[in-house]
Protein backbone atom coordinates (compact mmCIF):
# COMPACT_ATOMS: atom_id res chain seq x y z
CA UNK A 1 0.00 0.00 0.00
CA UNK A 2 1.12 3.59 -0.74
CA UNK A 3 -0.74 5.27 1.98
CA UNK A 4 -2.29 7.25 -0.52
CA UNK A 5 -5.40 8.27 1.61
CA UNK A 6 -6.34 11.09 -1.25
CA UNK A 7 -6.22 8.24 -4.58
CA UNK A 8 -7.94 5.70 -2.04
CA UNK A 9 -11.00 7.67 -1.88
CA UNK A 10 -10.93 8.90 -5.56
CA UNK A 11 -11.22 4.95 -6.01
CA UNK A 12 -13.81 4.48 -3.78
CA UNK A 13 -15.97 7.91 -4.94
CA UNK A 14 -16.38 5.32 -8.17
CA UNK A 15 -18.53 3.45 -6.20
CA UNK A 16 -21.43 6.47 -5.59
CA UNK A 17 -24.48 5.19 -7.35
CA UNK A 18 -23.35 1.31 -6.36
CA UNK A 19 -25.76 0.15 -3.72
CA UNK A 20 -24.75 0.54 -0.22
CA UNK A 21 -24.93 -3.82 0.06
CA UNK A 22 -23.21 -4.60 -3.08
CA UNK A 23 -20.18 -2.06 -1.90
CA UNK A 24 -19.94 -3.89 1.37
CA UNK A 25 -20.06 -7.33 0.04
CA UNK A 26 -18.24 -6.98 -2.93
CA UNK A 27 -15.72 -4.36 -2.27
CA UNK A 28 -15.10 -3.62 1.67
CA UNK A 29 -15.30 -6.62 3.04
CA UNK A 30 -13.37 -9.01 0.09
CA UNK A 31 -10.98 -6.46 0.38
CA UNK A 32 -10.56 -6.31 4.40
CA UNK A 33 -10.15 -9.74 4.28
CA UNK A 34 -7.64 -9.94 1.75
CA UNK A 35 -5.94 -7.61 4.15
CA UNK A 36 -6.37 -9.64 7.23
CA UNK A 37 -5.19 -12.70 5.52
CA UNK A 38 -2.26 -11.22 3.83
CA UNK A 39 -1.22 -9.70 7.69
CA UNK A 40 -1.76 -13.40 8.73
CA UNK A 41 0.63 -14.56 6.16
CA UNK A 42 3.43 -11.76 6.94
CA UNK A 43 2.84 -10.33 3.68
CA UNK A 44 1.33 -6.83 5.13
CA UNK A 45 2.25 -4.76 8.27
CA UNK A 46 0.23 -3.38 10.93
CA UNK A 47 0.36 -0.16 9.58
CA UNK A 48 -0.94 -1.34 6.25
CA UNK A 49 -3.88 -3.27 7.67
CA UNK A 50 -4.37 -0.21 10.09
CA UNK A 51 -4.33 1.73 7.21
CA UNK A 52 -6.99 0.20 4.86
CA UNK A 53 -8.92 -0.61 7.73
CA UNK A 54 -9.51 2.74 9.46
CA UNK A 55 -10.02 3.71 5.21
CA UNK A 56 -12.54 1.15 5.15
CA UNK A 57 -14.15 1.76 8.35
CA UNK A 58 -14.47 5.41 7.83
CA UNK A 59 -16.22 4.62 4.38
CA UNK A 60 -18.50 2.00 6.06
CA UNK A 61 -19.52 5.00 8.78
CA UNK A 62 -20.13 7.50 6.14
CA UNK A 63 -22.98 4.59 4.47
CA UNK A 64 -24.35 4.45 8.36
CA UNK A 65 -24.83 7.80 9.45
CA UNK A 66 -26.33 8.71 5.68
CA UNK A 67 -28.52 6.26 6.26
CA UNK A 68 -28.95 7.10 10.08
CA UNK A 69 -30.16 10.36 8.60
CA UNK A 70 -32.83 9.46 5.84
CA UNK A 71 -34.18 7.17 8.61
CA UNK A 72 -35.37 10.52 10.73
CA UNK A 73 -36.47 8.66 13.73
CA UNK A 74 -38.15 6.03 11.99
CA UNK A 75 -38.05 2.23 12.38
CA UNK A 76 -37.58 -0.51 14.77
CA UNK A 77 -34.32 0.96 16.91
CA UNK A 78 -31.59 -1.60 16.78
CA UNK A 79 -27.87 -1.59 18.90
CA UNK A 80 -24.66 -2.94 17.84
CA UNK A 81 -22.43 -3.37 20.47
CA UNK A 82 -18.90 -5.40 20.61
CA UNK A 83 -18.47 -7.33 23.69
CA UNK A 84 -16.58 -5.11 26.31
CA UNK A 85 -12.85 -6.76 25.47
CA UNK A 86 -13.75 -6.68 21.30
CA UNK A 87 -12.48 -4.10 19.24
CA UNK A 88 -13.27 -5.84 15.94
CA UNK A 89 -16.32 -3.81 15.02
CA UNK A 90 -16.26 -3.77 10.92
CA UNK A 91 -18.02 -7.08 10.48
CA UNK A 92 -20.71 -5.51 13.52
CA UNK A 93 -20.67 -2.14 11.20
CA UNK A 94 -21.75 -4.15 8.05
CA UNK A 95 -24.43 -5.94 9.67
CA UNK A 96 -25.54 -2.46 11.41
CA UNK A 97 -25.88 -1.05 7.69
CA UNK A 98 -27.88 -3.77 6.65
CA UNK A 99 -30.01 -3.47 9.51
CA UNK A 100 -30.73 0.00 8.55
CA UNK A 101 -31.27 -0.83 5.04
CA UNK A 102 -33.96 -3.27 6.03
CA UNK A 103 -35.51 0.22 8.43
CA UNK A 104 -34.13 -0.38 11.24
CA UNK A 105 -33.33 2.84 13.56
CA UNK A 106 -29.72 1.84 14.36
CA UNK A 107 -27.67 2.74 17.64
CA UNK A 108 -23.89 2.47 16.39
CA UNK A 109 -21.80 1.71 20.18
CA UNK A 110 -18.96 0.13 18.70
CA UNK A 111 -16.07 -1.49 20.42
CA UNK A 112 -15.40 -2.32 23.91
CA UNK A 113 -19.07 -1.67 25.54
CA UNK A 114 -18.92 -2.56 29.04
CA UNK A 115 -21.85 -4.92 30.26
CA UNK A 116 -23.19 -2.28 33.03
CA UNK A 117 -23.22 0.34 29.83
CA UNK A 118 -24.78 -1.69 28.21
CA UNK A 119 -27.56 -2.73 30.62
CA UNK A 120 -28.23 1.24 30.97
CA UNK A 121 -28.79 2.21 27.43
CA UNK A 122 -30.80 -0.50 26.97
CA UNK A 123 -33.02 -0.34 30.28
CA UNK A 124 -33.09 3.58 28.55
CA UNK A 125 -33.68 3.28 25.02
CA UNK A 126 -35.72 -0.19 25.11
CA UNK A 127 -34.27 -1.10 21.44
CA UNK A 128 -36.16 -4.33 20.11
CA UNK A 129 -32.73 -5.72 18.83
CA UNK A 130 -29.04 -5.66 20.43
CA UNK A 131 -26.41 -7.47 18.61
CA UNK A 132 -22.98 -7.99 19.66
CA UNK A 133 -19.93 -8.83 18.24
CA UNK A 134 -17.74 -11.44 19.82
CA UNK A 135 -14.49 -12.17 17.62
CA UNK A 136 -12.58 -13.48 20.84
CA UNK A 137 -13.53 -15.42 23.77
CA UNK A 138 -11.88 -14.71 26.65
CA UNK A 139 -13.60 -17.17 28.49
CA UNK A 140 -17.03 -19.16 27.52
CA UNK A 141 -18.51 -18.29 30.98
CA UNK A 142 -17.85 -14.61 30.44
CA UNK A 143 -19.68 -14.59 27.44
CA UNK A 144 -22.85 -16.28 28.62
CA UNK A 145 -22.51 -13.90 32.05
CA UNK A 146 -22.85 -11.01 29.62
CA UNK A 147 -25.54 -12.07 27.30
CA UNK A 148 -27.95 -13.21 30.31
CA UNK A 149 -27.24 -9.95 31.56
CA UNK A 150 -28.02 -8.08 28.79
CA UNK A 151 -31.15 -10.17 28.01
CA UNK A 152 -32.43 -10.03 31.42
CA UNK A 153 -32.30 -6.14 30.94
CA UNK A 154 -34.47 -6.00 27.66
CA UNK A 155 -37.56 -5.91 26.70
CA UNK A 156 -39.76 -9.28 26.56
CA UNK A 157 -40.28 -9.59 22.80
CA UNK A 158 -36.81 -8.41 22.28
CA UNK A 159 -33.62 -10.16 20.98
CA UNK A 160 -30.22 -10.62 21.34
CA UNK A 161 -27.66 -11.28 18.61
CA UNK A 162 -24.71 -12.20 20.07
CA UNK A 163 -22.12 -13.62 17.09
CA UNK A 164 -19.08 -13.76 15.80
CA UNK A 165 -16.21 -16.04 15.50
CA UNK A 166 -15.72 -16.28 19.34
CA UNK A 167 -18.88 -17.77 19.18
CA UNK A 168 -17.40 -21.13 17.48
CA UNK A 169 -17.25 -23.91 19.82
CA UNK A 170 -18.95 -22.36 22.68
CA UNK A 171 -21.47 -24.14 23.64
CA UNK A 172 -23.90 -21.82 24.84
CA UNK A 173 -27.09 -22.37 26.80
CA UNK A 174 -30.30 -21.75 25.22
CA UNK A 175 -31.75 -18.70 26.40
CA UNK A 176 -35.03 -17.46 25.47
CA UNK A 177 -34.73 -14.57 23.38
CA UNK A 178 -30.76 -15.30 22.63
CA UNK A 179 -29.42 -15.99 19.16
CA UNK A 180 -26.24 -17.50 19.29
CA UNK A 181 -24.44 -16.77 16.04
CA UNK A 182 -21.19 -18.18 14.95
CA UNK A 183 -21.54 -15.17 11.67
CA UNK A 184 -23.73 -12.44 12.49
CA UNK A 185 -24.90 -12.46 8.99
CA UNK A 186 -26.27 -15.26 9.63
Known amino acids: TTFDGPAAAQIAGRLRGT ?47 QLQLDAAGRGPLAAFACFEDEDHELGLLGVAISFALRGHLVVWLGARCPLADLVGFVVA ?59 LNE
Open 19 to 65: PFAAQIQEVYFPLLRRVGDGWAAGQISVVQEHFVSGFCRARLMEMLL
Open 125 to 183: EQPVTVCVAVQRTPSPEAVVAYARGLREAMPPTGRLLMGGAGIVGLSPPVMAGVWWLTQ
